[in-house]
């Protein structure tokens, strides 16, 4: 079965930093886009980023470009989101996602097969 694991989220304060970490099985990785989105409530489901397959291939929501940095490791089975400089906006529910070989801009909910259980990230003083 394919499983997806998010953790890594927690309370941090504006300016601080997290890395998310989505674990992955069932499924050969490598072979596999890795898409991370969030839900604040009330809010629809956004796409923050995203890596593909293919080596160097990233996205970035325009709301996290510059602060978050998306990476893998093949060997691990496993995506990391680095995000620094977190504001209070970007309070939410983080859910890693895969989809076939690349990743597809702009993100959609739709384009995404597999989706993991969430983790929260809140930025507050």
């Known amino acids: 079965d394919v499983q997806l694991q998010a953790f890594g989220g927690g309370l941090v304060q504006p300016g601080g930093s997290l890395r998310l970490s989505c674990a992955a099985s069932?499924?050969?990785?490598?072979?596999?886009?890795i898409g991370w989105f969030r839900q604040a409530p009330g809010k629809e489901r956004e796409g923050v980023s995203c890596i593909s397959s293919l080596p160097g291939s990233t996205y970035y929501g325009e709301s996290v470009k510059g602060r978050f940095t998306i990476s893998r490791d093949n060997a691990k089975n496993t995506v990391f989101l680095q995000m620094d400089n977190l504001k209070p906006e970007d309070t939410a529910v983080y859910y890693c996602?895969?989809?076939?070989?690349?990743?597809?801009?702009?993100?959609?909910?739709?384009?995404?097969?597999?989706w993991g259980r969430g983790t929260q990230v809140t930025v507050s003083s």
């Open positions: 069932g499924f050969i990785f490598s072979d596999y886009a």
């Open positions: 996602t895969t989809r076939r070989f690349i990743c597809l801009e702009p993100m959609r909910t739709d384009d995404y097969t597999y």
